[in-house]
Structure formats: structure tokens, C-alpha cells
């Protein structure tokens, strides 16, 4: 069974940073992409960051400057780094994970639970 794991969410303020980490199990996804999403209050989610099977990395306008999306295959693990926070940042982060190499960075097959960030003024 595959399970995605977030950890690293909480409450911040603006200016600040968060490493947010997500730990894969069930299988290995270092041949596939992942990437994270977020859903603020009363918003649809949103692509955040993502990872391509060969490194490419990809972002959102939004973020590009301040986040960072990593990965360590031995560990099964990805990462996004935030700096320089802002309080519309504010949502639940979701980890996703792809089974199959798609053409699209958004396209996901596996999610995690999730974790607040909390962007204070």
C-alpha cells in the first residue's frame, strides 16, 4: 500500500520559512514525478512544485524565487523549502506522487493527507 506522509507544516510569520517533507512508502517513486499542492480556504487547489523523473523542476509563478522543490531518491522523500512566506501562502500542503510517466507535471496518482501552513502578518 502506498502511503505519502507530509510532515513540517505550522504556523509562521511572514518573512519566514518552512521545510515541508514528504516520506514515501509502498513503493519507489525515484522513476516518476511528484510534486506538492495546496488548497487555501474556499479555493480549489493548486499546483505548487514538482519534480520530474530526470530532475526537471517546475513551479508556479507565485512561488518561483522563494520555494524550492527537492528530492533524495535514497530516502524516498521530497522537500519543498519556503522562504520569504506571505500570509496568502497560507493553505494545506499536499504531497502527490505519480505511478506512470506523464507528459503533464500536474498529473498525480497517489496523495497525501496533507499539512496546515499557517502564514501570519
Known amino acids: 500500500q502506498v502511503q505519502l506522509v507530509e510532515s513540517g507544516g505550522g504556523l509562521v510569520q511572514a518573512g519566514g520559512s518552512l521545510r515541508l517533507s514528504c516520506a514515501a512508502s509502498?513503493?519507489?517513486?525515484?522513476?516518476?514525478?511528484m510534486g506538492w499542492f495546496r488548497q487555501a480556504p474556499g479555493k480549489e487547489r493548486e499546483f505548487v512544485a514538482g519534480?520530474?523523473?530526470?530532475?526537471?523542476?517546475y513551479y508556479t509563478d507565485s512561488v518561483k524565487g522563494r520555494f524550492t522543490i527537492s528530492r533524495d531518491s535514497a530516502k524516498n522523500t521530497v522537500y519543498l523549502q519556503m522562504n520569504s512566506l506571505k500570509p496568502e501562502d497560507t493553505a494545506v500542503y499536499y504531497c502527490?506522487?505519480?505511478?506512470?510517466?506523464?507528459?503533464?507535471?500536474?498529473?498525480?496518482?497517489?496523495w497525501g493527507k496533507g499539512t496546515l501552513v499557517t502564514v501570519s502578518s
Open positions: 509502498g513503493r519507489t517513486f525515484s522513476s516518476y514525478q
Open positions: 519534480i520530474r523523473w530526470s530532475g526537471t523542476l
Open positions: 502527490a506522487a505519480a505511478g506512470a510517466r506523464y507528459s503533464s507535471i500536474t498529473n498525480m496518482d497517489y
